[in-house]
């Protein structure tokens, strides 16, 4: 290959020095650099970028929701409400329960004996797997003074509501003219207390007191009931 091919085919430079022809090849990377970005740009072959490192970005935290404010006229309205709804699906304890409400461990129920507890309080056990409702129905049900010993003394001198004196009565009749089981009460012993509310009477007892509720609202505007 003759020095003037040399040059044109991009060898390097032909430099003449006291007669002797000296080849020198200058490669730069610039030139080899520029010829292979050309051929891949002929086969369609592009580098991909480089990706450069992002910070995560954090979203702002979403702002609390708004807290409906209830005005006073709209908790009494709500809790007369719920009263007027909770006195009548109250049931009769001398009736069979319509609902069922079960009890899922074993736990102690406390059950008056007469109004307000003045003649003492029994205590029994409920078994877990054992209806409450029909439990409570069934003691106040049994009839008093019906046996010779101990049971012949229960009632004697308890105010009956129902039936006059010296006859057979039933539990439930010293409790009150119209006794009925509006709910349970809970206590941190885990023993069930019975809320009685007397239609007749209009009055919410339970044990040796009387019990009250009140309401509020939930934040999505529902009222719930609370015990005071």
């Not at 000296?22 to 050309?38: E, G, K, M, P, S």
């Not at 439990?135 to 039936?163: I, P």
Request: aromatic fraction near 8%; charged fraction near 30%.
């Amino acid at each position: 290959m003759t020095d003037l091919a040399m040059c044109k085919a991009g060898y390097g430079a032909v430099v003449t020095f006291s007669g002797i022809t000296i080849f020198t090849i200058l490669v730069t990377d610039l030139y080899i650099t520029a010829r292979v970005r050309l051929r891949s740009l002929k086969r369609g072959e592009m580098a991909a970028p480089k990706q450069e490192p992002q910070e995560a970005v954090i979203p702002p935290p979403k702002p609390a929701p708004k807290r409906i404010v209830a005005s006073e006229k709209a908790r009494k309205d709500a809790l007369k409400t719920i009263t007027a709804v909770r006195r009548v699906s109250a049931w009769q304890i001398h009736r069979w329960p319509l609902e069922k409400r079960m009890v899922n461990e074993r736990t102690r129920v406390h059950l008056p004996r007469t109004y307000l507890g003045k003649d003492g309080i029994d205590v029994r056990v409920v078994r877990a797997g054992q209806d409450l409702n029909q439990f409570v129905h069934r003691h106040y049900a049994e009839e008093l003074g019906k046996d010779v010993g101990k049971d012949n003394v229960d009632g004697k001198g308890w105010v009956n509501f129902v039936t006059p004196d010296d006859v057979l009565q039933r539990r439930h009749e010293c409790l009150g003219p119209d006794p009925r089981v509006a709910g349970y009460r809970y206590d941190v012993a885990g023993d069930v207390h019975i809320k009685w509310w007397d239609a007749f009477l209009q009055d919410q007892w339970m044990d040796k007191q009387k019990w009250t509720f009140d309401v509020r609202m939930e934040e999505d505007g529902r009222w719930v009931e609370i015990d005071d």
